[in-house]
T-cell receptor, first 116, second 113 residues
Framework: AQSVTQLDSQVPVFEEAPVELRCNYS??????LFWYVQYPNQGLQLLLK??????LVESINGFEAEFNKSQTSFHLRKPSVHISDTAEYFC??????????????FGEGTQLTVNP | KAGVTQTPRYLIKTRGQQVTLSCSPI?????VSWYQQTPGQGLQFLFE???????NKGNFPGRFSGRQFSNSRSEMNVSTLELGDSALYLC????????????FGEGSWLTVV
């Protein structure tokens, strides 16, 4: 079985400050890792994903996440946030296809609020 | 190309009724999954269909069911609605191969009164 823990339910920051949203996972098999963002009254949008290769993955809007296998973590970071980054962020894992297909297991979510 | 389309976006039902939600996946995608999102339980996987067959199922009672048609469109049905079924129901589509990007629709907001 897989599980995902997002260590902070709410993260308030000021505009242009750096931010880190923390995510830890547990799984008995190798996993793929994802970060999704949800703006109010909308569905989920993929921010970035780790499949294999370089442990540092980047998104087009300045976010990055680093896969750390020894610490089973996949923290999301941004060096300078904008008001428009205010949203809920979800970390998710996908396990072996034999048991999970396209199934994602999500963390509880982290509400990022960027204040002026 | 068009994204994942869910209908209806908002609906209100009475306890004991049933509801059917519809999802049209991205063209070419054969996998459709359904998730329930509530403030208390977060995002929970309901089931996944691939080429008209249920490939995976979450831990929900039998009142929750789904199906997929030959054109990959999917429906989910909830019978004998309970107040606790009030939630945002999200449909997601992908090519169905592990690691493929999973795209979500805007969701259907169900309120049970």
């Amino acid at each position: 079985a897989q599980s995902v823990t997002q260590l902070d339910s709410q993260v308030p920051v000021f505009e242009e400050a750096p931010v880190e949203l923390r995510c830890n996972y547990s799984s008995s098999v190798s996993v793929y890792l994802f970060w999704y963002v949800q703006y109010p009254n909308q569905g989920l949008q993929l921010l970035l994903k780790y499949l294999s290769g370089s442990t540092l993955v980047e998104s087009i809007n300045g976010f990055e996440a680093e896969f750390n296998k020894s610490q089973t973590s996949f923290h999301l970071r941004k060096p300078s946030v904008h008001i428009s980054d205010t949203a809920e962020y979800f970390c998710a894992v996908s396990g072996e296809i034999q048991t999970s297909g396209s199934r994602l297991t999500f963390g509880e979510g982290t509400q990022l609020t960027v204040n002026p | 190309k068009a994204g994942v389309t869910q209908t209806p976006r908002y609906l209100i039902k009475t306890r004991g009724q049933q509801v059917t939600l519809s999802c049209s996946p991205i063209s070419g995608h054969r996998s459709v999954s359904w998730y329930q999102q509530t403030p208390g339980q977060g995002l929970q996987f309901l089931f996944e269909y691939f080429s008209e067959t249920q490939r995976n199922k979450g831990n929900f009672p039998g009142r929750f069911s789904g199906r997929q048609f030959s054109n990959s469109r999917s429906e989910m049905n909830v019978s004998t609605l309970e107040l606790g079924d009030s939630a945002l129901y999200l449909c997601a589509s992908s090519l169905g191969v592990r690691g493929n990007t999973i795209y979500f629709g805007e969701g259907s907001w169900l309120t049970v009164v």
